[in-house]
């Protein structure tokens, strides 16, 4: 088994591999292959294998009957079985799936007779259990001396099942006196997006949470870099699926990544960064099926400075304006109006303002929106003044550097944009973006013709 030379004691790579990363044996293999091929890679943070959460999630759903449940679990088993079936000497590996695959069972039996988001976590963490056994086999199978580890002994939360928040400075502790000893002649294996509350019940991190997990983790070994290997390679100047003139973009800074990351960039989750930019740790994020490509650096400084980067889209958004005569000239209109959205919950994501208006704009539709169209929060801010809720829109996010001192970026950029109703622009609160929003049906429209404007 090969271990780390003495030459990198001292450097840590935290390396997370997504669910296309880890589908299947050949694609394990290759991500198998990147860790050998590079000694400081210690710690690799595996999601569930593609496909597995999907089922795992409607599992964690009420009233699945006995037989869906009994198909879902079926499913779940032949996606890791085929892995299994390409490994030698596996019977032992065989033995702790097929326990896992009987615990999972228990539980989603337990939850459709009590449905409880307790359960749902406990149910959902069970990809990232089974890939991250088996990624460790794999490891072994070429001669890397892997090994799994339950990321719950470190990775403790608060009890917000689904979203839970993660107790930092002891994950920092418990990775000094658990984890950091046994770097020094294997490379550890573990879970990305579940954690362990006080009670000692799971719990997971929520959308993102894979490349969280291996963020945090990254920040309290204070590694010296963050590897997410994914499907493609590094970021683009937009999305390539909108316009084949996308482009890979080589370095950006942790502020223009995190602008992109806000505004709709699929690759990278907006809390990936916040542990990275905390230690200073560069993040790498390239293609774990053709790594030989490259892919994208992020870090704190960077040589090419260029006033237009990417093109961000995030789509489903919805515009809440709220108007009252009241406002001019009055103090405390706003914190009443938010007052409103805060006792719902509401997040306000942008926001423009006249004399006697507001604008504000929501993200997460799913939970927002329906939320908003809620009588009561509308009614509650009638009380206050005249309530418009749209939807169908789109947010456009033109992300780079010094664009709030630039000359000529608006007349670029609306140039550009002759034939497309802009529904309102957002500029001044940062120097690495300007926003606006379009009609989502022109929403791949308008990308396509800024990106063709932008990055001639």
């Excluded at 805060?342 to 423009?352: F, P, R």
């Amino acid at each position: 088994m090969s271990v780390i030379s003495n030459n990198d004691d001292n450097l840590i790579t935290v390396s997370k591999f997504g669910g296309t990363s880890v589908a299947d044996h050949q694609a394990m293999l290759r991500c198998a292959h990147i860790i050998k091929n590079d000694p400081t890679n210690r710690v690799v943070v595996v999601s569930a294998s593609s496909g597995v959460t999907n089922y795992l999630v409607r599992l964690s759903q009420a009233n699945v009957s006995v037989d869906e449940q009994k198909q879902l679990i079926d499913n779940i088993k032949e996606i890791q079985f085929k892995i299994l079936q390409e490994l030698k000497d596996s019977k032992a590996l065989e033995t702790k799936i097929l326990t896992l695959i009987d615990e999972l069972t228990a539980y989603a039996q337990a939850q459709s007779l009590n449905h409880s988001a307790r359960i749902a976590d406990a149910i959902l963490s069970f990809g990232e259990q089974m890939s991250s056994v088996i990624f460790a086999q794999v490891l072994q199978s070429i001669g890397v001396n892997g090994h799994a580890f339950d990321v719950r002994q470190m990775m403790k939360t608060n009890s917000l099942y689904g979203q839970a928040v993660v107790d930092i400075e002891q994950l920092a502790d418990c990775a000094e006196k658990i984890l950091k000893k046994k770097l020094t002649d294997q490379v550890i294996v573990t879970q990305g997006f579940i954690g362990q509350n006080e009670a000692g019940y799971t719990t997971t991190l929520g959308r993102g949470g894979s490349d969280y997990s291996a963020a945090l983790i990254a920040e309290a070994l204070n590694s010296s870099s963050l590897a997410i290997w994914t499907d493609v390679v590094g970021i683009f100047t937009t999305d390539p699926r909108i316009t084949d003139q996308a482009r890979a973009i080589k370095e950006i800074s942790f502020g223009e990544a995190a602008e992109m990351a806000t505004f709709g960039a699929k690759i990278l989750h907006p809390a990936t960064l916040i542990p990275a930019m905390r230690k200073n740790i560069p993040v790498f994020v390239g293609s774990s099926k053709e790594p030989e490509k490259g892919g994208t650096r992020i870090q704190k400084t960077v040589e090419s400075k260029p006033t237009y980067r990417s093109i961000s889209l995030r789509k489903e958004q919805t515009l809440v304006t709220v108007k009252s005569p009241a406002m001019l000239h009055a103090s405390g209109f706003l914190a009443k109006v938010f007052a409103v959205l805060a006792k719902h919950e509401l997040s306000v994501d942008l926001i423009t303002t006249s004399e006697i208006s507001v604008a504000m704009t929501f993200d997460n539709p799913t939970g927002s929106t329906q939320a908003l169209l809620n009588s009561t929060v509308v009614d509650e801010l009638e009380q206050l003044c005249e309530v418009s809720v749209e939807n169908g829109l789109s947010l456009v996010a033109v992300v780079g550097n010094s664009i709030h001192k630039t000359n000529g970026v608006g007349t670029s950029i609306f140039d550009a944009l002759s034939g497309i109703n802009v529904r309102m622009i957002c500029q001044g609160a940062s120097e690495h973006n300007l926003c606006f929003l379009v009609n989502e049906a022109q929403a791949n429209e308008t990308v396509e013709k800024l990106h063709n404007t932008l990055f001639a």
